[in-house]
Nanobody, 118 residues
Framework: VQLVESGGDLVQPGGSLRLSCAAS????????MSWYRQFPGRGRELVAT????????HYRDSEKGRFTISRDNAKNTVYLQMNSLKPQDTAVYYCNAVRVGFIRYDYWGQGTQVTVSS
């Protein structure tokens, strides 16, 4: 199982980035996918979630209207489009895959650094 994030970069305030997470080794289309972020010295916080078929999306209140999560089940990839970035968005962003049933399956990527600074 692999989740490989990419797209993190240094960007100026007000700029945009699109993060990608390429999945392999499991049935991607059966999993709800999420993006989390972690600030230095703090735990991870949920940023956005998209259900397995892509029909339902949830966002952290502070990111509504700025971030958009999407997925391409044909490419086994989930995306996070981030617009109007702020310095407080600076964090390591992680991709997460979850399938809940009789057994819970939970996978994480290694993270990608997003830095918003002038």
């Amino acid at each position: 199982v692999q989740l490989v994030e990419s797209g993190g970069d240094l960007v100026q305030p007000g700029g945009s980035l699109r993060l990608s997470c390429a999945a392999s080794g499991f049935t991607f289309s059966s999993y709800d996918m999420s993006w989390y972020r972690q600030f230095p010295g703090r735990g991870r916080e949920l940023v956005a979630t998209i259900t397995s078929a892509g029909g339902i999306r949830h966002y952290r209140d502070s990111e509504k209207g700025r971030f958009t999560i999407s997925r391409d089940n044909a490419k086994n990839t989930v995306y996070l489009q981030m617009n109007s970035l702020k310095p407080q968005d600076t964090a390591v962003y992680y991709c997460n895959a979850v399938r809940v049933g009789f057994i819970r399956y939970d996978y994480w990527g290694q993270g990608t650094q997003v830095t918003v600074s002038s």
